[in-house]
């Protein structure tokens, strides 16, 4: 799932979206299911204008799907309940040109997307 998000102190007028945290059943782990759910839902995103998406995992996994870790290295720190966790976790991929810019901004999602136990890793 994927839930829409802004950047404080970013431009408003953007589209930002974060992927809420993906599970597959054990036996479908290696069988490249996430993969194909990230990729029909980034198509699925770009056509709808978001500019980035972020996502808070393993960066080993996210970088073969496209995701640059230590995403506040670019300026954008991640929501305050990631604060303490580690940072190459935080990753980011610009789905347009625009979104490749470097800026500065807090990722701020929504209150339900805010419950520590969703960011467990």
Do not use: C
Not at 1 to 17: I, P, Y
Request: charged share 25%; hydrophobic share 40%; net charge negative.
């Amino acid at each position: 799932m994927f839930a829409s998000a802004k950047v404080e102190g970013w431009h408003q007028s953007d589209h930002v979206s974060i992927l809420a945290p993906l599970a597959v059943i054990p036996e479908y782990r290696n069988s490249e299911v996430d993969k194909l759910l990230m990729e029909e839902g980034i198509k699925k995103l770009k056509q709808m204008g978001t500019e980035m998406v972020f996502v808070f995992g393993d960066p080993e996994h996210y970088k073969k799907l496209g995701f640059v870790p230590e995403a506040e290295s670019f300026g954008f720190a991640p929501p305050p309940v990631l604060a303490d966790q580690r940072r190459e976790k935080w990753m980011v991929q610009a789905l347009t040109l625009k979104g490749l810019s470097k800026n500065v901004g807090t990722l701020v999602t929504s209150e339900f997307m805010n419950k520590n136990e969703f960011w467990q890793l």
